[in-house]
């Protein structure tokens, strides 16, 4: 009986230890022993995984998929905005040499002559910070005086017995008139109130022409241009006449410059006759660089959202002493669209609201 016993003992033993060597430690679950499984990965991995020892085997949980990828949102394209506002400019509706003041809007409807006396030149027109008033300068007394008008061409003179006066311009706040005085030897810059009320001179350089001033954006800093003939260099200097600081060492102009609304770029006109071009720069002179390509291109300004300027262009009449018109062009050179077909010079825009 005792040996039957033994035997059943011995044979029970060996079907344990068979048993035991059909099992494996898989590869991560250290201490933890799992019935042998296939080495193929599940098909939802990305590459083999550890499998959690608190799930039954063969069962994959969300905690082990691998994390999605978070796709940035694209980044928003800048809109190029339309040309908007209107643009104030001179037109020789009478012939050469006979200036009066037009407007039209920036998208080249609207054309309409605010001046009509053809016995009287009226030029340097410019638009008010709210769009609604121009002032201009106008010889309808005999000497040049500073005008200002409403849209239907409704006129009140500012000034009287100061001198030749030119290029007026209305600050960012409504509140003062910018402007060139051609009397005496050399022109000067002068400022007086929106009324004409207090004139008095701001600048005026020895042995140098001073003129076609222009607002910063703040109304405390005048750019302008000062030297001799067609040869200029663009200056700034404070409202009150202090600290005037050349702009650029190497950037020559005959006048007409402006400054843009957000107060970080000039536009400038440079070339010999016939060659000019528009440049932007920097308010300290640096990146200057050309944006127009021929036609003889000059008196740049800038739109009241800085993507565009408006200036005068021989591009369609070129060497036609009567063929300037007023074109606009993106900042970035590109997209240079014509506003006026007329049989007479158009010249000196100036954009506005």
């Given at each position: 009986m005792f040996a039957l016993v033994a035997v059943v003992a011995v044979i029970l033993g060996a079907v344990f230890f068979l048993?035991?060597?059909?099992?494996?430690?898989l590869p991560g679950s250290e201490g933890n022993v799992y019935p042998a499984q296939s080495a193929e990965p599940s098909?939802?991995?990305?590459?083999?995984?550890?499998?959690?020892?608190?799930?039954?085997p063969g069962i994959v949980t969300a905690s082990i998929l691998p994390t999605p990828t978070k796709i940035p949102s694209p980044t928003p394209v800048p809109r190029l905005s339309e040309p908007s506002g209107k643009i104030a400019f001179t037109c020789q509706m009478f012939g050469e040499n006979h200036d009066q003041i037009c407007i039209i809007n920036a998208d080249g409807s609207g054309f309409s002559s605010l001046t009509t006396d053809s016995s009287s030149e009226n030029f340097y027109p410019s638009l008010a910070p709210d769009g609604n008033r121009i002032v201009f300068s106008s010889n309808q007394t005999g000497t040049f005086e500073i005008y200002e008008m409403d849209l239907s061409g409704n006129q009140a003179q500012l000034t009287n017995g100061l001198g030749d006066l030119y290029a007026p311009e209305i600050s960012p706040d409504g509140?003062?008139?910018?402007f060139t005085n051609?009397?005496?030897?050399y022109t000067s810059i002068w400022i007086m109130n929106r009324d004409g009320s207090n004139p008095r001179q701001v600048?005026?350089?020895?042995?140098?022409?001073v003129l076609d001033p222009s607002w910063s954006q703040d109304g405390n800093q005048i750019l302008y241009a000062v030297g001799t003939g067609n040869d200029k260099q663009l200056y700034i200097v404070n409202k009150d006449g202090s600290n005037p600081r050349?702009?650029?060492g190497t950037f020559r102009t005959r006048g007409r410059s402006d400054w843009s609304p957000d107060g970080r770029l000039i536009a400038g006109y440079s070339g010999e006759s016939w060659l000019r071009e528009i440049y932007i720069m920097n308010i300290?002179?640096?990146?200057?660089?050309?944006?127009?390509t021929g036609g003889n291109v000059q008196a740049p300004s800038?739109?009241?959202d800085g993507q565009w300027i408006a200036f005068t262009g021989y591009i369609d009449r070129y060497r036609d002493d009567n063929g300037c018109e007023i074109y606009i062009i993106r900042l970035d050179g590109s997209d240079v669209r014509r506003l006026t077909n007329n049989a007479y010079c158009d010249y000196q825009p100036r954009w506005g609201p």
């Open positions: 048993s035991r060597k059909t099992t494996t430690n098909p939802l991995l990305a590459s083999p995984s550890p499998i959690s020892p608190l799930e039954p509140r003062i008139i910018v051609g009397s005496g030897t600048y005026v350089a020895a042995g140098a022409d050349l702009v650029s300290d002179g640096s990146n200057l660089h050309q944006i127009s800038f739109s009241p």
